[in-house]
């Protein structure tokens, strides 16, 4: 669990959790500032959204000067301010609270425990029969889950994922579960075992991830749930593919499109657009480019399924179809400003760039800007490369999975191949990309430039 800082209680506290509300009161006190200390830096200080989230889950301390702004705003040590707010339990005026963000932090977390005891209670009470509310337990979780695993943090979802992925093991297994329950039940174990290979992969572990992904699609086959099959087989290629294993990405994503020809839904969509990508990791320009006009296609025959209506990773919009179109033209090579590539490149950042578009995933604006930093490198432009990427470095290290490092990776072999390489801007953009995940080792995907 994160823990609470006081900072982060105090931006509760003043209702500035979102950054558009955050940042234009952080220019004005850095204004503030600015005049009273004399120093004209301060008045144009604008942390990135990225920065102030890191700095609000307690994942990044703030820089000099950002720190002499906190501290004038809320009139405590840098130090206090990224306390646990358990422990400096005071408000903004320095008073101990009656029952202020400590308090309130404490019972919250004594509700999550109390919640989960419920849980428990609830699976074990129903003795003899299967009962409907732990079925419904049960499925408002993968509702949750499949909402939030595109917008938060891995680790902030991570253990009930895993929670709910045992719970439906384990009722499965009961033999307490009527045929028709039974079949309900299998559809939730895939679900949740298919999110669990997405964490898998994010951490860097494809052979978990696998695993997972195989009892899924046990999951998947004892629920005859054609699109549940497709979507198994389309995760298959999307560990493949950021494993550096084209053929296996192609194969996995050509295996769900045979198998699933009835599927409507969107996943139909996802499998042509990962069969691309797949192709034009392979350097198959043909192959790429049938399977990107398959995906249009598809995308005019598809009808909204039970997997669209849970959203999240199991619906594939319109935004990341373009997303996936662009990637699969960097990979071979296209693109540039004036092209058909380079404005698609930058149609695909704008389209995740609204945080609270219901598409929105921080995995996919940062793919698709890692996509755009490398076409403008096509261009030469070096300091509009690193614009566009800077948001992606910003992440916290939370955020930063497999797929978005080895996007960063593609980027900093990009720079190596710009006629700029031997700049001091391409040196520090190489060598920060480089620190971006020290302990990470993922294959290289190929440059073509």
Partial sequence: MTTT?????????????????????FA??????????????LATLEPAASTFEAW???????NRDARRVLVAWFGHSIERLWAPAIEAAVTSHGAVPACG???LHEMRRGAKVAARRARDFALGAEQG???????GYLQDEVRRIAEEYPKRPLPTIFDDLAAAQSDAFRLIEGGRARPSQLRQLHVLAALLSWHMAKACHDLGDPVSAMMHARAAGVSAEQAEHPALNALVEGLKSLISYWSGRGADALFYARKGAAQSPL????????????????????????????????AARKRDLAEPDDLD????LLTFPVEKELYYSVETAVLLGHGSQGTATGADA??????????????WAFGDEAGARCNLAVVRLHDDQLEGAADALRPVLDLPPAQRNHGIVVSAQRVQRAVGHSPARTTVLARELREEIAQFSPSAAPPALPYRP
């Fill in 5 to 25: 800082t006081l900072f982060r209680w105090l931006i509760d506290e003043r209702e500035l959790k979102d950054p558009r509300a955050f940042l234009p009161r």
């Fill in 28 to 41: 004005e006190q850095a204004q503030q500032l600015a005049d009273r200390d004399g120093d004209v830096r």
């Fill in 56 to 62: 609000y889950y307690g994942q990044r301390l703030p």
């Fill in 101 to 103: 963000g400590a308090d």
């Fill in 129 to 135: 029969q299967l009962g409907d509310e732990t079925l």
């Fill in 263 to 294: 599927v409507h839904g969107t996943v139909s969509v996802w499998l042509p657009g990962l069969e691309a990508r797949a192709a034009a990791l392979l350097g198959d320009r043909v192959t790429a480019a049938a399977a990107v006009e398959q």
């Fill in 309 to 312: 209506e849970l959203g999240g």
């Fill in 346 to 359: 930058e149609r695909a950042v704008a389209a995740f760039s609204d945080r609270n578009a219901a598409h």
